[in-house]
């Protein structure tokens, strides 16, 4: 069974950084695409990163990527995603996923395990 678990969401203020991690278990790291996703209050499931296997390609939400950065840790089976300068609208459960696919992909659709979620606020 494959496990995903996330952490490191809480109570930050805007204009400070954060560190999410996301711990996978009952299958090696390595086999898995991995993203990160978030759901706002009253909003669908959005896209925010993904990287490839090996963390040689990354791909971030276009309008959020200079403040974004993914990245993995094979060996710990561990993926991470930075988000600096934080905002109140980066308030939102953060979801981290793990897909077979070949390539990285934007779609909710092209991941197979999910994490319960962490949930950030940004308090103005």
């Known amino acids: 069974q494959v496990l995903l678990v996330e952490s490191g969401g809480g109570l930050v203020q805007a204009h400070g950084s954060l560190r999410l991690s996301c711990t996978v278990s009952?299958?090696?790291?390595?086999?898995?695409?991995m993203g990160w996703f978030r759901q706002r209050p009253g909003k669908e499931r959005e896209f925010v990163a993904s990287?490839?296997?090996?963390?040689?390609?990354?791909y971030y939400e276009e309008s959020e990527k200079d403040r974004l950065t993914i990245s993995r840790d094979n060996a710990a089976n561990t993926v991470y995603l930075q988000i600096d300068s934080l905002k109140p609208e980066d308030t939102a459960v953060y979801y981290c996923?793990?897909?077979?696919?070949?390539?990285?992909?934007?779609?909710?659709?092209?991941?197979?395990?999910w994490g319960q979620g962490t949930q950030v606020t940004v308090s103005s």
């Open positions: 996923a793990a897909g077979y696919a070949f390539e990285i992909n934007p779609s909710p659709d092209g991941y197979d395990y």
């Open positions: 009952g299958r090696s790291l390595s086999t898995f695409v």
């Open positions: 990287i490839t296997r090996s963390g040689d390609t990354t």
